[in-house]
């Protein structure tokens, strides 16, 4: 009868353990790295989810080895969603369906913003190429978002490739369910009147921008004839971008630029000090003369705090320039470094600049002094120790590309060409006569709240190659070299930080490492390994079996 109770009463509790087990769901991230645990502002994000949000990606199961960690750490990471708000679905989707072409879905996917990756497979000694599709989609009452799973590096190893990829994860997919789940409302003027940069050569950066942000040009040179209209239309953008300016700026429109700051808005100022084009040396013979640019922005900057100096940064840690030699079919192309193409990586100091991967390509940059002010300052990019510093007018030829650079020649250490200020901001216009009269918008000498303000020392920064058709390439893909550099990341994040209310920006600063073998250790030491693998279970299956036997004789022969 006992006996009976005792499997009846284990029979109960078992029942009631599935039964709390199926009622109450938890889940412990026992990682030093929280690899499995959501942020908050993650978390935050996806609540708003009410319906469906359904991800398909690419990954399918039979993916190289070299990418198996990403398509575990992906599904990983989506069932962490889906236990946050069961409203996220997702399946792992083969791309190429049976009888399908590959190449013809490569083509597809391509056409529709998602470049597929050629990989090299080895088996059985025999080399082969295959397309992945490190790409998932995310959709919701009918809107789509392109997730990016890869993170491509210049130089990185398949194991460094996944792991950056790996850190990115969450960003990527939080920010896409972030444009899903948040109705656009930040606006962002891009300045026109000051000679700036043609819409084609900013298309791929603003285009990326749209999927979050409303865009709109600004003509800034109208403020002469209707002053109050235009700086009260000016005060409804949240953001307003200068992407390279040429011609300099009046009195009044450097007045309505000072006075949205002091209403409290963001900017981001990418600033050429000097006159210098790579096609002037391409059409005179090799030859231009760098000179200084004047746009009447100096006292504008120097009240905020910074000082953007009309010289050339040189640095040998430099992107290559692509030279021609011979004629027709005997031409020859070959890639040297020009050290007027400075080559930065960024260090992870601040979300802006964290997990990039690949370096920011500037061209003929500038240096930025920063100056005693009460605006807190961050440097942002810098240029290498072996830097140094041109003054202008100079003469530029492209005979010096053949010439070894002296490194003693290049000691004036790092140079600031980014910058990122914040802060209560004073006008640059307080204790001056202002260029406006009659105004119906008050004066103000500081900013109603604390702002931000990024300032770029290059203006190039933002210029994207145009193909053959004169078609915008992608933000930071050189079409002479087939290199790719982080400019486009490195902006997205600039204005994201800018206009980013939700604290998304800071997923960045996850970091998360994935562990790896040592190779050259557990070469050393595969014969122990060996043995303890296959060894130690058949110790442990020698005492299992002689205390069995040990205790069940001393059984029966009691």
């Not at 959501?38 to 993916?63: C, R, Y």
């Amino acid at each position: 009868m006992k006996q009976n109770t005792k499997y009846l009463l284990s029979l109960v509790i078992i029942v009631g353990i599935l039964i709390i087990s199926k009622m109450a769901h938890f889940r412990i991230d026992l990682t030093t790295d929280g690899r499995y645990t959501l942020s908050e502002t993650s978390e935050n994000i996806i609540a708003k989810a009410t319906d469906a949000v359904i991800v398909d990606v690419f990954l399918e199961e039979n993916v190289p080895d070299a990418f198996l960690k990403l398509q575990i750490e992906t599904r990983q990471l989506l069932e962490e969603y889906a236990s946050a708000n069961s409203n996220i679905k997702f399946a792992f989707v083969n791309p190429v369906p049976e009888g399908a072409v590959v190449e013809q879905i490569a083509e597809d996917f391509n056409n529709r913003g998602m470049r597929p990756e050629q990989v090299q497979l080895r088996n059985n000694g025999k080399v082969s190429q295959e397309f992945i599709f490190p790409w998932a989609i995310a959709s919701y009452k009918g809107q789509t978002v392109r997730v990016p799973l890869l993170k491509k590096t210049l130089g990185a190893s398949p194991d460094e490739l996944v792991s950056r990829s790996v850190q990115n994860l969450e960003y990527a997919f939080s920010e896409a369910f972030y444009k899903l789940l948040n109705p656009k409302s930040k606006r962002i003027a891009v300045l026109k009147g000051n000679g700036e940069m043609q819409d084609k050569y900013i298309a791929d950066f603003l285009k990326t921008l749209r999927e979050s942000y409303y865009i709109a040009p600004f003509p800034l040179d109208s403020i002469s004839a209707k002053p109050d209209t235009v700086m009260a239309a000016l005060n409804k953008f949240n953001l307003i971008v200068a992407a390279k300016p040429t011609e300099a700026f009046t009195d009044l429109e450097k007045y309505a630029l000072d006075q949205y700051t002091m209403q409290g808005g963001k900017s981001l100022y990418l600033i050429d000090q000097v006159a210098m084009e790579t096609d002037s040396l391409y059409l005179n013979n090799g030859r231009a003369l760098a000179t200084a640019r004047s746009l009447n922005l100096d006292d504008f900057f120097f009240k905020y705090g910074i000082r953007i100096n009309p010289v050339l940064v040189e640095d040998l840690y430099a992107a290559p320039l692509v030279l021609a030699s011979g004629e027709g079919n005997n031409s020859q192309y070959s890639q040297l470094p020009w050290i007027f193409y400075p080559l930065v990586s960024p260090e992870e100091n601040h979300p802006i600049s964290t997990n990039i991967d690949n370096p920011v390509f500037f061209k003929y940059a500038n240096q930025i002094d920063l100056l005693d002010t009460p605006v807190e300052k961050t440097v942002l990019l810098q240029s290498s120790v072996l830097s140094k510093l041109n003054g202008v007018p100079i003469p530029i030829s492209l005979e010096s590309i053949t010439t070894e650079p002296s490194p003693e020649n290049y000691s004036s250490g790092n140079q600031n060409l980014a910058v990122l200020l914040e802060g209560q901001f004073t006008s640059a216009f307080k204790n001056r006569i202002l260029p406006i009269e009659n105004s119906q918008i008050p004066f103000r000498e500081s900013a109603i709240r604390k702002t931000a303000m990024i300032v770029v020392a290059d203006g190039d920064l933002i210029k994207n190659d145009l193909d053959q058709n004169g078609r915008p390439l992608e933000l930071g893909f050189d079409k002479f070299t087939f290199k790719e550099y982080g400019n486009k990341e490195f902006l997205l994040n600039a204005v994201n930080y800018l206009l980013d209310d939700s604290g998304l920006i800071n997923i960045r600063s996850k970091s998360i490492v994935l562990p790896a073998l040592d190779i050259q250790k557990t070469t050393n030491d595969r014969y122990t390994w060996q043995a303890l693998t296959l060894g130690l279970p058949l110790v442990m299956l020698l005492i299992f079996s002689f205390v069995y036997t040990y205790l069940r004789k001393r059984r029966y022969n009691s």
